[in-house]
Every structure is written in structure tokens, then in C-alpha cells.
């Protein structure tokens, strides 16, 4: 790899999106970080490989925590017992976790404004994943057992509201609006293993440029 | 190829969409149906090879021809000679053009509300090709030599606006939105060829499904 690569993906709630940033950075080799990683990094200060194999195993949780903890919270924070309101400290905190693993070398950043935050980097690859809604609503409740399917779709449009309204408030720019990114790729079309397989050849193809 | 497939291209003016559309279809060895050609046939009632290689040779010239007639038309059927105003028959048969296209085989088709027309196609790729606003002047002024910067700009934006305009009022839809798409690209990003070469490598997986 000559150079430095960043590929950012944004999601829809139920999309597979954050599965498939795993995948894509598994398949070229290079880290990846979620938003769960970055808001703990952000809080403690550093980045180290300690917090990064924490926040791995606790990511796997992280959704049913949200369940469990009610829908009253602020993005991914929550996840670790803390509820910051509209907060532009932890967004600037978070932004520099973002911008110190993209300096540190290759990775794939899932959520958190990433594509905005590393808009000047010379290499990157920002990517929006959505789907179907019947793709992402079997897929929620395939997660959460229990789960009606108006409970389902309530979660999926909160979820997206609530990022939606994140992303607006903080970049100035329109989640999910095409411009903002370089690839917006539906999900449901080839589904989770390919789709990261697409957008991996992507970015093998930006690492092959000039 | 196990069952027929179809990639439809909308795009911005001045996105390389169309040049993309036909070296995908070059890369997959299936054919590609532009704008043009599927107005000429939708007015001569065929689809077939004269028509075709007609179409071909006359689509490297048409937007000079739409340049040299001015910017008062409605679609690319001006390139024609025919001045249709917002003409539901002139749909009607276009859509149906669209449809006995894919149902020959495997093709790429560019423009004409394709994705909608075709949206019950069992194996599509519907991808909406865009790119950044000095990429696309730069592409549009290369084209049309003697063109300002002020005029190419004013080009690409009348262009657009009647690309969205034609497509909102057909297909109920908002042009460029991306749950119309399965595939939203930024041509700028990777350049003509290599975009071609990841949206030929999508259908191949999409082929390869199941």
C-alpha cells in the first residue's frame, strides 16, 4: 500500500453497514474503528490497543444495551452509562480520536461523522450504506429476539432520526444526501459479504490511483 | 451468464455517466443503449442493428448538437430534430423500447428513467453517476471548445435541472435520491475508467449471486 487509505461509513440503522466496515477492513487488512471505540477513546484520551480490544468486544453488545436502556439517549455514548446532551465537547473529542487514527495508519471509521471529519484527507473513501426497509427489519429483529415488527421499524426510524439530526447538526451538510459522500451503496441488492467485497475492490482501486 | 442482467446509469451532466455506461457494457460484453437511441427507436418503432449502429455514430456528436440548438429543448430528442414538449406518449414508448431492450439480453441503459421503467427487473443494477462540480466543468469545457467557464457552468446546471425535472414527473421520484439507486458513485473520485471497472465488478458480483 503506497499510500495512507481512510474509508468512512455512514449507515442506515439496520443496514449491516458497521458489519460490513468489519468485513471491508478484515479484506484489505487494515484496522477499523466504531463508533463505540471512538466515543470510548474520546472519553479516555488515548487509543491504545487496551481500549481497542475492549471496545471490540463490547460492540458486539452494544445494540441491546441501547434496547435495554430505553430510547432516551444521545448516540453510541450511551453504551458506556454515559448520557452527553447535544454535546460539542465529546463531538470535538471524538473528532480528534478520528482524525489521530486515520494519521496512525489505513483504517475503515464507522459513524461519528467521519467522512466530515476527514474531509481533507488526501486518500479517502466515504462510503453511505442503506437497504431495504424489509432487509433492515428482518435484520433488526433477527438480532433482537422479542422484537414485534412495529417495534422493529420504530427502532430503525428513531435510530436513523437521531443520527440523521447528528450528522446534519454537526457537519452542516444532509445525511445520506449523495454529495457528501463518494459511494452510496444499497445493501439488500448483494447482500452483507459481497457488498463489503464491492466496496473493498473500491478501495483497492483508489489505492492503485496515479 | 447465468440469467440476463441490466444496469441502468442515470447522471449529471458533465459526470462521464454515459462514457462509463458503454465501457461497462464493453468490460461485460453486453450491449448499451443511450438516450438517443432509445428515443430514435421509440419514433421509428425498432430496435434493431441499423438502428443501433445509427444511434452510435450520431451519439458522439449530440451534445454539440444540443449546444448548436440551443438550450430550449426538452431532453435528447432535439438531437433528432423533434421538439416534444413534456410528452407522456413519447414515455410511453421509450419505456417500452427500455423494456424489449432488456428483455433481448444482458445491456446497459443509459438515461430514460431506465430504473423506473425497469424497477421489477429481477437481476438490475440501477446506479446514479455523479461527480465534483470542477471535475464536471472542466470535463463539459474540454468537450466543447470556445465554451466560458460561466456558460459551461449554466450547461451543466439547465442540464440537470431538466434531467431531475423529467425524471421527478415520470416516476413520482426525486432524481439523484439515493433509495432510487442501488448504487451511487462520485466519478470524480476514481475517474472515468476505474469507476467503470468497480461498477463492472458490482454487476459481476450481482451475477455471480445465488
Given at each position: 500500500m503506497a499510500e495512507k487509505i481512510v474509508i468512512t461509513i455512514a449507515r442506515q440503522y439496520g443496514s449491516g453497514g458497521r458489519e460490513i466496515g468489519e468485513k471491508v477492513a478484515r479484506a484489505l487488512g487494515i484496522k477499523h474503528y466504531d463508533e463505540n471505540l471512538i466515543t470510548l477513546a474520546a472519553r479516555e484520551g488515548n487509543l491504545d490497543e487496551t481500549v481497542a480490544s475492549k471496545a471490540d468486544e463490547s460492540a458486539a453488545n452494544s445494540?441491546?444495551?441501547?434496547?435495554?436502556?430505553?430510547?432516551?439517549?444521545?448516540?453510541?455514548a450511551m453504551n458506556f452509562g454515559y448520557k452527553p446532551p447535544l454535546n460539542d465537547k465529546l463531538f470535538l473529542l471524538q473528532?480528534?480520536?478520528?482524525?489521530r487514527a486515520a494519521e496512525e495508519g489505513s483504517c475503515v471509521i464507522i459513524g461519528r461523522c467521519a467522512d466530515y471529519v476527514l474531509r481533507d484527507h488526501p486518500r479517502r473513501l466515504s462510503v453511505f450504506v442503506y437497504?431495504?426497509?424489509?432487509?433492515r427489519k428482518a435484520r433488526v429483529m433477527?438480532?433482537?429476539?422479542?422484537?414485534?415488527?412495529?417495534?422493529?421499524?420504530?427502532?430503525?426510524?428513531?435510530?436513523?432520526?437521531?443520527?440523521?439530526s447528528y450528522y446534519n447538526f454537526y457537519t452542516g451538510n444532509k445525511w445520506g444526501k449523495y454529495d457528501n459522500y463518494h459511494l452510496a451503496v444499497n445493501s439488500s441488492l448483494?447482500?452483507?459479504?459481497?457488498?463489503?467485497?464491492?466496496?473493498a475492490d473500491a478501495a483497492k482501486l483508489l489505492m492503485e490511483k496515479e
Amino acid at each position: 500500500m503506497a499510500e495512507k487509505i481512510v474509508i468512512t461509513i455512514a449507515r442506515q440503522y439496520g443496514s449491516g453497514g458497521r458489519e460490513i466496515g468489519e468485513k471491508v477492513a478484515r479484506a484489505l487488512g487494515i484496522k477499523h474503528y466504531d463508533e463505540n471505540l471512538i466515543t470510548l477513546a474520546a472519553r479516555e484520551g488515548n487509543l491504545d490497543e487496551t481500549v481497542a480490544s475492549k471496545a471490540d468486544e463490547s460492540a458486539a453488545n452494544s445494540l441491546l444495551y441501547t434496547l435495554a436502556l430505553g430510547s432516551n439517549f444521545f448516540g453510541s455514548a450511551m453504551n458506556f452509562g454515559y448520557k452527553p446532551p447535544l454535546n460539542d465537547k465529546l463531538f470535538l473529542l471524538q473528532s480528534d480520536v478520528i482524525r489521530r487514527a486515520a494519521e496512525e495508519g489505513s483504517c475503515v471509521i464507522i459513524g461519528r461523522c467521519a467522512d466530515y471529519v476527514l474531509r481533507d484527507h488526501p486518500r479517502r473513501l466515504s462510503v453511505f450504506v442503506y437497504g431495504d426497509l424489509p432487509h433492515r427489519k428482518a435484520r433488526v429483529m433477527e438480532r433482537h429476539e422479542g422484537l414485534t415488527e412495529a417495534q422493529a421499524i420504530d427502532l430503525i426510524n428513531k435510530t436513523d432520526r437521531r443520527r440523521s439530526s447528528y450528522y446534519n447538526f454537526y457537519t452542516g451538510n444532509k445525511w445520506g444526501k449523495y454529495d457528501n459522500y463518494h459511494l452510496a451503496v444499497n445493501s439488500s441488492l448483494l447482500g452483507i459479504d459481497k457488498t463489503a467485497e464491492m466496496i473493498a475492490d473500491a478501495a483497492k482501486l483508489l489505492m492503485e490511483k496515479e
